[in-house]
């Protein structure tokens, strides 16, 4: 069952990004408390466990990847404290607890997230290392993080997001506008096993096509739920995205529509991968379904 691989995989995820975090010399209590506050909150953890079951996917030993996989999801915990500030979507709870800023100030927060970015390249330099990389991979692995968490991905895409917000967009724009926040993000942590996994050039190109069908899908459904979701199982108040003017594909395109959507999405993650006879595509696949039928 895909639900208990993804379930070990996260806790692997979890028990190693809480070990290596209980020590950290020199780093203010205050500071450190906070960054494990959102790093160990919980979590689907889908980002890395892509990462390990890419490298599985390829014949290859996933543990190989796992401080690199520990360093995403650093990232994404950054990137979620960040869009809970205030001046962003300005939310009270996150995976049914009070958000960070909440907790522990908004100045901390903020240091928080800026430690867990920064921390998150340290980690990944230490886990390429460790993986045997080359230089030239390496180099390739440390470009495509900061492209893809940053002007040209995640935040560039953030920013888009803030500005489309009280208006109507087209679909192209609000593909572009996911694809970098959402998409950029996932597909780095497909690419990232990936190249710890040794795919050529051409596997390469087929991983990335189906992390961006699966992050666009992922972003459906996130939309689709915070219109029909459960707020329990979310940990945040459904309807989040209308109050606040978002661009979403149940407003552009209806509910059913959105649905269709999300569907026709996930089948082309699926078609990427799914008759290749260069890796056993087999746990990715399920992971598209998996996300297909998430209520949270």
């Avoid at 909440?102 to 920064?118: H, M, P, Q, R, W």
């Avoid at 340290?122 to 968490?149: D, H, I, P, Y």
């Avoid at 990232?192 to 050039?201: I, M, T």
Wanted: aromatic fraction near 6%; charged fraction near 25%; proline fraction near 3%.
């Amino acid at each position: 069952m895909i639900q208990s691989y993804i379930k070990e995989q996260a806790q692997l995820i979890h028990n190693t990004l809480d070990k290596k975090t209980q020590d950290l010399p020199g780093v203010p209590d205050h500071l450190r408390e906070s960054m494990r506050y959102s790093l160990l909150a919980g979590g689907k953890r889908i980002r890395p466990v892509l990462t390990l079951a890419t490298v599985e996917a390829l014949g290859q030993d996933p543990e190989k990847a796992l401080e690199i996989a520990c360093a995403i999801e650093m990232i994404h915990t950054y990137s979620l404290i960040h869009d809970d500030l205030p001046a962003m979507d300005d939310d009270d709870y996150r995976r049914g607890k009070p958000t960070n800023h909440k907790v522990f100030g908004e100045a901390t927060a903020i240091l928080a997230g800026d430690a867990l970015l920064t921390e998150a390249f340290g980690w990944m330099a230490q886990g390429s290392a460790k993986a045997g990389l080359s230089s030239r991979v390496m180099a390739q692995l440390f470009r495509e993080a900061s492209n893809m968490a940053g002007i040209y991905g995640m935040v560039g895409g953030q920013l888009s997001d803030m500005e489309a917000e009280k208006r109507q967009v087209g679909l192209a724009e609000l593909e572009s506008i996911h694809q970098r926040k959402t998409g950029a993000l996932i597909a780095f942590a497909v690419r990232a096993g990936a190249l710890v996994g040794g795919a050529n050039e051409n596997l390469l190109e087929a991983l990335t096509e189906y992390a961006y069908h699966l992050g666009l899908a992922f972003q459906i459904q996130d939309d689709i739920l915070d219109v029909v979701g459960d707020q329990e199982k979310l940990g945040k108040p459904i309807g989040s995205d209308q109050d606040n003017g978002k661009s979403t594909y149940p407003a552009l395109l209806g509910l059913e529509g959105a649905i269709e959507k999300l569907k026709i999405t996930s089948q082309q993650a699926v078609d990427a991968i799914g008759t290749r006879s260069d890796l056993n595509p087999t746990k990715l696949v399920e992971i598209v379904d998996y996300l297909l039928h998430r209520d949270q």
